[in-house]
């Protein structure tokens, strides 16, 4: 890598970092004005305890051992990577060190989306405990499968984390949310955003940071990360009016709410294909999550999971839409010169074999996802408990687990 690649990695990693507060910003917004607190220090927590967790076990784990493609359950030794980053000093050249600290703030991030979904009504001490146990169990070998294991083998694609990061927290936050219960009232009760400025300030911090998500995942300062940084830009665009125009057309309204959620779903469904589509593809991915994200949302009605900031519907359902659309419009003359490096996809002469693939990979990941953290979940429900008492959830979580309120009126 040259100085100007790893300019642009530095940046990237910290436009990365950003996201998390900006996702609780966005969350938080959401959430009931008495749980706002809890809902930032959910968010916090994660990337305080997932570098630790990333940098002494996950590294080493989440990527093969020798630098190249494996079969294997795990990446590479379980006793962490002290070899290469230890208290002896650096023994990584930048251009491999800087990878460490760019996909830890992908690490940190992806427990800190399952947040959203458990609002309201999980312990603090039981977040805590779940998020590295989780990291360490289901993030670190689902990524390591998507980009040096198996999936990668088979010839399954994902540019920046549609599968490994939004796909494995949409199955995650539905299994946490069937083990940790309805909260107290709903359906029937409703419970709006209690501060949508903050809701948007949030989604124009994500946006923002996600050109260092899906451009930074280029790996280097060049063409690719150009045209990932234009697909993102142009799909979230699409992502909104194709949200707002939904919600018109079946509301007679077009919200705030709906604006920032359609730019939230496109960005989603582009993170997989962000580097390996081109020309207009991205609008068709932003309008087809923009409005398809719309539909998903409802499903927790029909169905009765209280997934109560819809993690499932826009993270999950989102990053199934950019995953299956990855395998119809996958475009290797959009990077390359010549073909190769992936897959081309149905609509440009590839066949159904990258769509095929596609299926496969995002199927084997929310089976994975979703029993393993529905175990883990009954685990720490068995011992001390997911679940707030009644009174404390009436209360609201930022007096009974922080001892603070938000507002001081």
Known sequence: MNSGDIAWMLISTALVVFMVPGLALFYGGMDRSKNVLNMLNMNLYCIGVVPLLWVTLSWTLGNSANGEEESGFWGGDLIGNWNQIGLDGLNMKPDDLIFVAFLMTFASITPALISGAVADRMKFSAWIIFVPIWSLLVYTPVTYWVYKGWHEGMGAIDFAGGTAIHINAGAAALALVLVLGKRNGWPTESSPPHNLPLVMLGTGILWFGWFGFNAGSAGAANGQAVQALLNTFVAAAAGMIGWMLIEWYRDGKATTLGACSGV??????????????????????????????YFLIGLKNKIGYDDSLDVVGVHGGGGVIGGLLLGLFADNSAINSEPGGFQDGLFFGGGGELFIDQVLAIVSVIIFSFVLTFIIAKAIDATIGLRVSEEDENAGLDQSQHAETAYNL
């Open 264 to 293: 939230v779903a496109a960005l989603v469904a582009i993170t997989p294909a962000a580097g390996y589509v081109g020309g207009l593809s991205s609008i068709i991915f932003g309008l087809v999550a923009g409005t398809g994200c």
